[in-house]
C-alpha cells in the first residue's frame, strides 16, 4: 500500500512559479514511477509528467514541455514538479500517481493539490 500527499499548491499571477510535492509512505516509493496529472473544472483528467523509478528518464505533456520540471528524491519518499512561467490555462486540482502497470489506471493516487493561476 502507498498513500501519496500533495502539497505546494497555491493562487499565483501569470508567469509565476510553483513547487508541489508529493510525500509517499511506504518503503516501496523507489520501486514505483511516479506521475503528476491535473483536472481542470469540466475537462477529464490528464497527464502532465512522469519519472522512472531511478529518475533518469521523464516523460513530459507538450502543453509544459519546457516549463514545467519533474523529479524525485527516492531518500525522501518524494517526487516534485516545478512549474515555471505559470498560464491561467494551468489552474487545475494537481494530483500525484504511482503505478507499476502503467498510466491508464495508476495504482495509487494521492488527494489533489489546487492550483489557480490569475491573469
Known amino acids: 500500500q502507498v498513500q501519496l500527499v500533495e502539497s505546494g499548491g497555491g493562487l499565483v499571477q501569470a508567469g509565476a512559479s510553483l513547487r508541489l510535492s508529493c510525500a509517499a509512505s511506504g518503503r516501496t516509493f523507489s520501486s514505483y514511477p511516479m506521475g503528476w496529472f491535473r483536472q481542470a473544472p469540466g475537462k477529464e483528467r490528464e497527464k502532465v509528467a512522469s519519472?522512472?523509478?531511478?529518475?533518469?528518464?521523464?516523460t513530459y505533456a507538450e502543453f509544459v514541455k519546457g516549463r514545467f520540471t519533474i523529479s524525485r528524491d527516492n531518500a525522501k519518499n518524494t517526487v516534485y514538479l516545478q512549474m515555471n512561467s505559470l498560464k491561467p490555462e494551468d489552474t487545475a486540482v494537481y494530483y500525484c500517481?504511482?503505478?507499476?502497470?502503467?498510466?491508464?489506471?495508476?495504482?495509487?493516487w494521492g488527494q489533489g493539490t489546487q492550483v489557480t493561476v490569475s491573469s
Open positions: 500517481a504511482a503505478t507499476r502497470r502503467g498510466w491508464v489506471t495508476p495504482d495509487y
Open positions: 519519472i522512472s523509478t531511478s529518475g533518469s528518464t521523464t
